[in-house]
């Protein structure tokens, strides 16, 4: 059974930073596209980073140069390296993982269509 479990998130003021991970259980991470989703109350899910079948990183336009999305093979973890917050970036954040997906495309990628979910872990940034 697989199973997805995110670690890390927190409170931070306004330009601190947090990393998140998301240990994976039951597949092999090098063989999906996976990544980090995120939602604010009220708000749509939105994809924020990822890493596509082989290995290109894709970013949400808001969050290049301050985000860093990564993962140990051996460890079967990803991560997202988070720098230079903002009240923006609010938001639970969920890692996802897909076993057919090849690529995403950042602005209108669908959640629905990812097979594995965390249960998500909460990020808020004050100012």
């Known amino acids: 059974q697989v199973q997805l479990v995110e670690s890390g998130g927190g409170s931070v003021q306004s330009g601190g930073s947090l990393r998140l991970s998301c240990a994976a259980s039951?597949?092999?991470?090098?063989?999906?596209?996976m990544g980090w989703f995120r939602q604010a109350p009220g708000k749509e899910r939105e994809g924020v980073a990822f890493?596509?079948?082989?290995?290109?990183?894709k970013y949400r336009s808001s969050v290049k140069g301050r985000f860093t999305v990564s993962k140990d093979n051996a460890k079967n973890t990803l991560y997202l390296q988070m720098d230079n917050l903002d009240v923006e970036d609010t938001a639970m954040y969920y890692c996802?993982?897909?076993?057919?997906?090849?690529?995403?495309?950042?602005?209108?990628?669908?959640?629905?269509?990812?097979?594995?979910w965390g249960q998500g872990t909460q990020v808020t940034v004050s100012s």
């Open positions: 890493i596509e079948r082989y290995g290109s990183l």
């Open positions: 039951g597949y092999t991470y090098s063989s999906y596209c």
């Open positions: 996802a993982a897909d076993s057919t997906l090849l690529s995403v495309v950042i602005g209108t990628v669908d959640p629905s269509i990812f097979e594995f």
